[in-house]
């Protein structure tokens, strides 16, 4: 069974990548699985998607643990532990990376133990098509007809300028990484008794009979400012706030609202990606949402 898995950001069609390469797969006769996986839903946000390809029925399910081929639309995300990017890889799997530096540096870098191959730059919009086309022609059994009309079928949505556009970023990738065809090779099932528990976070009960949903230990989200997402920057009127905090800081998702010493609520900006959850039930109508270079002028 073949397992890969893309990463990269929102907005970089890491999702129309895996479907691209699932639609060309079962073009080809192998059963196929392929699915995103969202964390923040939102430009700029790390997120991942994952496909198996077999000829046989597939019956494993969830996050692929031991990927024969990872492709990396943005390379800015190896560094961050929290992407996952080089989890599960091993000496025999490909590591495929999208960006300005070699391979010879990136095993500097990364002493990575498999092979590992740089697709250059392309143009931005095309991104997902291009590391959709390249995983093809690393896999060694997707045709270029193949690659072509899933790309076409997936690409329709968004007009026909996308669909040439796509087409030829995927296949110019195809074509780029013909040397290199066939260098993933199919991975064999791994054994329960291999696969490593979960690296669970035993949270101990608060002392308090009301408690909100924030979490700020250590091997959390805190060290990413995920604020650095955010288009609309939610400002609070002090003269209109009647100090409710339970309302902003119970709905804001990511615990991003806290409380002073005088009992006004604060927004912590590092972490608040804009949402307007706290615009939209704040009570007293205090809480405006402003345009964030707006804001980042005052």
């Known amino acids: 069974m073949y397992r890969i898995r893309f990463h990269g950001r929102g907005g970089q069609g890491i999702k129309t990548a895996s479907r691209i390469l699932g639609t060309a797969l079962f073009a080809e006769g192998f059963e196929v699985q392929d699915a995103p996986r969202y964390g923040a839903e939102r430009r700029g946000a790390p997120i991942f998607a994952t496909v198996r390809a077999a000829r046989t029925p597939i019956h494993e399910r969830g996050a692929i643990r031991a990927p024969d081929l990872v492709v990396v639309a943005d390379d800015t995300l190896v560094p961050i532990p929290a992407a996952g990017v080089l989890g599960g890889l091993g000496a025999r799997s490909v590591l495929l990376l999208h960006g300005d530096a070699d391979a010879e540096t990136w095993r500097a870098r990364i002493a990575f133990p498999g092979t590992l191959i740089v697709l250059p730059p392309v143009a931005p919009a095309a991104v997902g098509s291009a590391c959709a086309g390249a995983a093809a022609r690393l896999l060694g059994v997707v045709s270029r007809a193949a690659l072509e ?150």
Do not use: N, Q
């Open 149 to 298: 009309g899933a790309v076409r079928d997936e690409v329709a949505p968004f007009g026909a300028g996308a669909v040439v556009a796509s087409r030829a970023a995927a296949l110019d990738a195809f074509d780029r990484m013909a040397v290199h065809a066939g260098a993933v090779v199919e991975g064999e099932a791994p054994r329960m008794a291999d696969l490593e528990p979960p690296a669970w976070i035993d949270l101990p009960l608060e002392p308090a009979s009301l408690a909100a949903p924030d979490v700020f230990a250590a091997a959390t989200s805190v060290a990413v400012r995920t604020g650095l997402w955010r288009t609309l920057r939610p400002v609070i009127e002090p003269a209109r706030c009647h100090h409710c905090t339970w309302v902003c800081t119970t709905a804001c998702p990511d615990g991003a609202i806290g409380v002073d010493a005088s009992g006004a609520p604060v927004i912590d900006y590092d972490h608040c990606k804009g949402c307007g959850v706290c615009v939209a039930v704040c009570p007293a109508h205090a809480i405006a949402a402003v345009p964030e270079r707006e804001a980042a002028s005052r």
